[in-house]
């Protein structure tokens, strides 16, 4: 919190020896300092949007975009877009990328001591913030917040609990484009990969699917809208179909994001974006 001259005025007064003076009385405001925070970038409408709505906050500053990627691929993460799209998206943002590789499903042992020492490195910057675009996976956060507070950080979640087909309408009606990269073919087929959303795609999700795939139904990259200065171009490529194996460890011992056991024997439909 920082001191702030306001305005000043002046007060006459008359001195000992019978002469008008002046002095000068300055009126302050409390100015509150920012805090650093970093931002958990996946490429997709619920960051794009979160951020949206963190930037406008004058309790934060963003310090950097926080991506991990795969190691062995150089894409991200579960949504599988080239590392090239990822750089272009932090350009026409404005703000540096930290990019945080991951092996081929890694254990949660490695993928925490990854997230560890990373979070360690930002902190050294005077960053103690961390911001997240989750929506209503109360596990999910709570396993966040557990994480962070190991190293004396605060999650901070911009859209937190706001119903998703709100959260969808107001990403639409803001000039947000994306369109979905992967899909879980335990909940959408083919058809669905590759798509723009607007209004015609979420008429036609499945009554079981959330509209804003927070469930892990599907994921998408962001490519316009108020938070980029221009937008990113790309050419649709190839459709692939992945299935992944499931660990020979436990489980609860990788870091694979499910505990459920019939969740590899679904695969996933991916949309390839090819940098232009």
């Given at each position: 919190?920082?001191?702030?001259?306001?305005?000043?005025?002046?007060?006459?007064?008359?001195?000992?020896?019978?002469?008008?003076?002046?002095?000068?009385?300055?009126?302050?405001?409390?100015?509150?300092?920012?805090?650093?925070?970093?931002?958990?970038?996946?490429?997709?409408?619920?960051?794009?949007?979160?951020?949206?709505?963190?930037?406008?906050?004058?309790?934060?500053?963003?310090?950097?975009?926080?991506?991990?990627?795969?190691?062995?691929?150089?894409?991200?993460?579960?949504?599988?877009?080239?590392?090239?799209?990822?750089?272009?998206?932090?350009?026409?943002?404005?703000?540096?990328?930290?990019?945080?590789?991951?092996?081929?499903?890694?254990?949660?042992?490695?993928?925490?001591?990854?997230?560890?020492?990373?979070?360690?490195?930002?902190?050294?910057?005077?960053?103690?913030?961390?911001?997240?675009?989750?929506?209503?996976?109360?596990?999910?956060?709570?396993?966040?917040?557990?994480?962070?507070?190991?190293?004396?950080?605060?999650?901070?979640?911009?859209?937190?609990?706001?119903?998703?087909?709100?959260?969808?309408?107001?990403?639409?009606?803001?000039g947000f484009k994306t369109i979905v990269v992967?899909?879980?073919e335990k909940f959408l087929d083919k058809s669905?990969?590759?798509?723009?959303?607007?209004?015609?795609?979420?008429?036609?999700?499945?009554?079981?699917?959330?509209?804003?795939?927070?469930?892990?139904?599907?994921?998408?990259?962001?490519?316009?809208?108020?938070?980029?200065?221009?937008?990113?171009?790309?050419?649709?490529?190839?459709?692939?179909?992945?299935?992944?194996?499931?660990?020979?460890?436990?489980?609860?011992?990788?870091?694979?994001?499910?505990?459920?056991?019939?969740?590899?024997?679904?695969?996933?439909?991916?949309?390839?974006?090819?940098?232009?």
């Amino acid at each position: 919190m920082n001191l702030k001259a306001k305005s000043q005025s002046y007060k006459p007064f008359i001195n000992k020896q019978n002469e008008i003076c002046k002095f000068t009385v300055l009126k302050y405001q409390i100015v509150s300092v920012p805090q650093k925070a970093l931002f958990n970038w996946s490429s997709g409408k619920d960051s794009a949007l979160a951020l949206y709505k963190i930037l406008q906050n004058p309790d934060f500053k963003i310090e950097c975009l926080l991506t991990s990627v795969n190691q062995q691929y150089q894409r991200i993460s579960m949504h599988g877009v080239r590392i090239e799209l990822l750089k272009a998206q932090a350009e026409s943002i404005g703000i540096p990328l930290k990019i945080m590789e991951i092996p081929e499903m890694p254990t949660m042992e490695v993928y925490e001591n990854v997230m560890t020492k990373t979070l360690l490195e930002i902190k050294n910057k005077g960053i103690t913030h961390s911001i997240f675009g989750d929506i209503f996976l109360e596990d999910l956060r709570q396993y966040r917040e557990k994480q962070l507070e190991k190293i004396d950080f605060k999650g901070v979640f911009p859209i937190w609990k706001i119903p998703t087909k709100d959260l969808i309408q107001e990403f639409i009606s803001m000039g947000f484009k994306t369109i979905v990269v992967c899909v879980n073919e335990k909940f959408l087929d083919k058809s669905f990969v590759g798509r723009i959303i607007d209004q015609d795609f979420i008429n036609d999700l499945p009554e079981n699917v959330d509209v804003c795939g927070e469930n892990g139904e599907f994921h998408t990259f962001a490519f316009d809208g108020p938070i980029f200065s221009k937008p990113i171009d790309f050419e649709i490529g190839e459709i692939v179909y992945r299935k992944y194996e499931k660990p020979k460890t436990d489980l609860s011992n990788s870091a694979c994001d499910t505990n459920d056991e019939t969740a590899f024997d679904f695969g996933f439909w991916y949309c390839d974006l090819i940098p232009k």
